[in-house]
């Protein structure tokens, strides 16, 4: 695993290279239609404060159905107000409320804008009402992951109707209601965004990123599982290592998990931690709760051992290459042993390219011009998985992390700056009027 092949040379090679060029343009001045969209978005802004407040107060916790539709019925409102076929994707058969898709065709590239609806704060948490803090600062459940990043796609959209040039705009809009506790399969809780992906040319995600407004996300790294199991020839312990008992499971878990970490861990981009462990004479574990019991003695040799585990890579050739170095550690068992390794691949990984890259200087240029400053690239080492990865490889650029800044997402402190909202929402409106004109998008 010391060679570096294929698409991680990629990688490593830009993210080893100097971003410099994302901000080498100087600021330039706004056009007569890009004028007009920055004073629209101004005019709507205490609009814009309105729906962010309505929004976060309906608790739409990924469990709480009613909420999640609840919030999606608001916001499909808005889009049908803007001439946007608007649907609901029953969620049914992958165990959760569903999605909202809204869409309208037009001239030039195809553009995907991707939010959610859910909340990590389920109906009995305390954690319930949007706070006005100041007259910069809001606190409140999901006001930055991601409620924030809907109310600026909504209020873009309206910026653009205003100034006039929002029809004859190809865009689609997919607001999923399980971002934070994806249904399963996977495959049916993720088919419309895949669907979605495979006709546009350009996705843009609207999570919060970090939270500093002076980035953006070219890359994540996917999020999957893996689930290792072994098993051992029970003995009273004073037998242990004897020819016809070996070592038990126990050691050959440590093993294992040992092979893991001197022949993997020094791979760019990729880490893997076995986060639950149970071993001996019996075990029970269940993988969707990461809980489980375990029996044994100090006097028996160890007849099972369960580890689960996350995995987290760049791109799929990395997780494939991963997942083949992992079973070839496994299969290596010690005396007297067995062992199996099973993977759940979960969220994909979105590595970064040069087309995402240009998306980023686009998006950069439009910051300078409006007088924001530069926007650079977050290391993907520090962006978790989300929804826009699934449009990795069926879009020729993308781009994540255009929310509402703040701080402590997924805590009952999770506070927005607000500051940035009509700062943001010009960033996405003027950045989206330039790309539906530039023919070299698609």
Known sequence: MNKVPGALMLVT???ATPR???GASQQKPLNPTEETIVEAVDALNDSGLTLLERIVNINSGTMNFDGVREVGDVLRTEFDA????TRWVDGTAFGRSGHLIAERSGHGPGILLIGHLDTVFEPDHPFQQFTLLSDTTARGPGIIDMKGGDVIIV????ALATAGVLDGMSITVVLHGDEEHSGRPLNLARRDIIEAARTADIAIGFEDGDGNPRTAVVARRGAGGWVLRTRGTPAHSSQIFKDSIGPGA?????RILDGFRTQLSGEALLTFNPGVALGGTAVTLDEKQGRGTGFGKTNVVAEYMIVQGDIRTISTEQLERTKAAMRAIVANHLPQTSADITFDDGYPGMAPTEG??????SYSQVSKDLGFGEV???DPGSAGAADISFTAGLVSMALDGLGLSGVDGHTAGETAD????????KRAAVLLHRLARSPGTH
Do not use: D, I, N
């Open 356 to 361: 995402h890259y240009r998306l980023l200087q």
């Open 250 to 254: 126990v050691f050959e878990a440590a």
């Open 418 to 425: 607000l500051t940035t909202l009509p700062m943001l929402t």
């Open 13 to 15: 090679a830009l993210l």
């Open 82 to 85: 803007l001439g946007f076929r």
């Open 376 to 378: 650079t690239a977050v």
């Open 20 to 22: 410099t060029e994302v």
């Open 155 to 158: 209020q873009a959209l309206k």
